[in-house]
């Protein structure tokens, strides 16, 4: 089974200032992670992906990902936050060992971020 | 080019109605995805269908709840005698083939509210 975890509801930070979005995951073979921002009344964004490779992965929007296979985590980063950041920000996972047609990603429940002017 | 479309965005039905919400995947996307966004529950995976391979319908939350996809390309999902508790963001998304490394393309979604 996989399971995605996001442990803040919602994070506040001043514009300016960097940001991180933390995500936590599970899957029983590699993982494979994906960001997506949603705005409100709008589906959901791609902003980037890790799938093999370099740890720092760098995506949309001058967002960053750090995947650390010890910790179990691939936490979002942006190294100076834009009050147009503000949204909701999902992680997902898929593992890379998921039997027959089980090809959807796994969510987490979200993360609010609000920059603040 | 076109990004993922639904129709329509919003749908507004009494209980015990039937719906249909439609999804139309990126063009060339053999693989297509429907998910249910709901206020306290996150995205849950509902049914994947990918080329002429039988759909994955383990997401379907109950028989009330069908999906079809002709031609492999254009959607349809079904809601048989709407529940309250349908009520909810009915989120379409697309991929190149399905893979496991594949990235999903979201469309803007569909809000359902059952009265």
Redesign the interface.
């Known amino acids: 089974a996989q399971s995605v975890a996001q442990p803040e509801d919602q994070v506040n930070v001043a514009e300016g200032n960097p940001l991180t979005v933390k995500c936590t995951y599970s899957v029983s073979g590699n993982p494979y992670l994906f960001w997506y921002v949603q705005y409100p009344n709008r589906g959901l964004q791609f902003l980037l992906k890790y799938i093999t490779g370099d740890n720092l992965v760098k995506g949309s929007y001058g967002f960053e990902a750090e995947f650390n296979k010890s910790q179990t985590s691939f936490h979002l980063k942006k190294p100076s936050a834009l009050v147009s950041d503000s949204a909701l920000y999902f992680c997902a996972v898929r593992d890379a060992v998921s039997s027959g047609s089980a090809r959807q990603l796994t969510f987490g429940s979200g993360t609010q971020l609000t920059v603040l002017p | 080019g076109a990004g ?1 479309s ?1 129709s329509p965005s919003n749908k507004v039905t009494e209980k015990g109605k039937d719906v249909e919400l439609r999804c139309d995947p990126i063009s060339g996307h053999t ?1 297509l ?1 429907w ?1 249910r966004q709901s206020l306290g529950q ?2 849950e ?1 509902l049914i ?1 269908f ?1 080329g002429n ?2 759909p ?1 319908k ?2 379907l939350p109950s028989d009330r709840f069908s999906a079809e996809r002709t031609g492999g390309s254009v959607s349809t999902l079904t809601i048989q005698r709407t529940q309250q508790e349908d009520s909810a963001v009915y ?1 379409c ?1 697309s991929s190149l083939w ?12 569909t809000r359902l509210t059952v009265l």
């Open positions: 993922v639904q693989a995805y998910y996150g995205l995976f994947y990918q391979s039988a994955d383990s997401g989120l998304a399905g893979g496991s490394t594949d990235t999903q393309y979201f469309g803007p979604g």
